[in-house]
């Protein structure tokens, strides 16, 4: 019925934007991130302070 006018002020909320609580740095999952491969998880440190920010499991294919 009311439709709203296009608020070019108001970003979409980042999707997937991690921050380095140990510095602040900021970046997208896909970014700069230093990302260590584990046989079972992902670790995703900051690459200025290499905090570890995320753990991320591993997709396994559960194929037994
Ligand atoms: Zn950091």
Redesign the pocket.
């Known amino acids: 019925m009311s439709q709203r006018p296009p608020t070019p002020d108001e970003d979409p909320p980042k999707k997937g934007v991690l921050f380095?609580p140990?510095?602040g740095?900021e970046s997208p999952v896909t970014g700069d991130w230093i990302i260590r491969e584990r046989p079972t998880r992902d670790v995703y440190e900051?690459p200025?302070?290499s905090?570890t920010i995320l753990r991320r499991r591993r997709f396994v294919s559960l194929s037994c």
């Open positions: 380095c140990d510095c740095h900051c200025s302070c905090t």
